[in-house]
T-cell receptor, first 118, second 113 residues
Framework: DAGVIQSPRHEVTEMGQEVTLRCKPI?????LFWYRQTMMRGLELLIY????????DSGMPEDRFSAKMPNASFSTLKIQPSEPRDSAVYFC????????????????FGQGTRLTVV | KNQVEQSPQSLIILEGKNCTLQ??????????LRWYKQDTGRGPVSLTI?????NTKSNGRYTATLDADTKQSSLHITASQLSDSASYIC????????????FGAGTRLAVHP
């Protein structure tokens, strides 16, 4: 398996532009996470999907952020309009969550997308 | 207050030396505790996973310990190598019907020749 695949690896955009980050989770994983990492705040959970359904989006900083998971093999994180303070590395991760057992497997992370908003 | 606190924030050691990284958490009850290694420019990679009932788990030169009574965990690195230079992140999963991970801020380790 190729692991969690994110694109693009790097994105530089001007303030006010729309940015779309993409993620392909590991096949067979039913949970997907979007994280943001900065030097100041470390890794922060933005949103979490289980079986393509958003379970908790309390980490999404503002209405400018939105995430979708139209199917089990694809998710997007969109920022519109982007601002310089959105500059960070955005990670996608996936794992298997066994709902009935309340257990989860190891979470595998993608390589991340480094976003710079100028 | 962060639910997972790590120390030190950064550490520099010489190649071949041992070191120990600390993690204190307040998450309770919890299901498991994980240590991740994150190389610069890459995503975190899991090193060890311990359930609340386990005291120690090894992965090569990495040994993690867990004291659920004092809510402390440590990651011991033996005979450090230059490739150990990375950030090490302590992660706790709370108990409950929610697939959630709580991350510490990490310890940035630099191994010098």
């Amino acid at each position: 398996d190729a692991g969690v695949i994110q694109s693009p690896r790097h994105e530089v955009t001007e303030m006010g532009q729309e940015v779309t980050l993409r993620c392909k989770p590991i096949s067979g994983h039913n949970s997907l996470f979007w994280y943001r990492q900065t030097m100041m705040r470390g890794l922060e959970l933005l949103i979490y999907f289980n079986n393509n359904v958003p379970i908790d989006d309390s980490g999404m900083p503002e209405d400018r952020f939105s995430a979708k998971m139209p199917n089990a093999s694809f998710s997007t994180l969109k920022i519109q309009p982007s601002e310089p303070r959105d500059s960070a590395v955005y990670f996608c991760a996936s794992n298997v969550y066994l709902i009935g057992r309340g257990r989860n497997t190891e979470a595998f992370f993608g390589q991340g997308t480094r976003l710079t908003v100028v | 207050k962060n639910q997972v606190e790590q120390s030190p924030q950064s550490l520099i050691i010489l190649e071949g030396k041992n070191c120990t990284l600390q993690c204190n958490y307040t998450v309770s009850p919890f299901s498991n505790l994980r240590w991740y290694k994150q190389d610069t420019g890459r995503g975190p990679v899991s090193l060890t996973i311990m359930t609340f009932s386990e005291n120690t788990k090894s992965n090569g030169r990495y040994t993690a310990t867990l004291d659920a009574d004092t809510k402390q965990s440590s990651l011991h690195i033996t005979a450090s190598q230059l490739s150990d230079s990375a950030s090490y992140i302590c992660v706790v999963r709370p108990t409950g019907g929610y697939n959630k991970l709580i991350f510490g801020a990490g310890t940035r380790l630099a191994v010098h020749p």
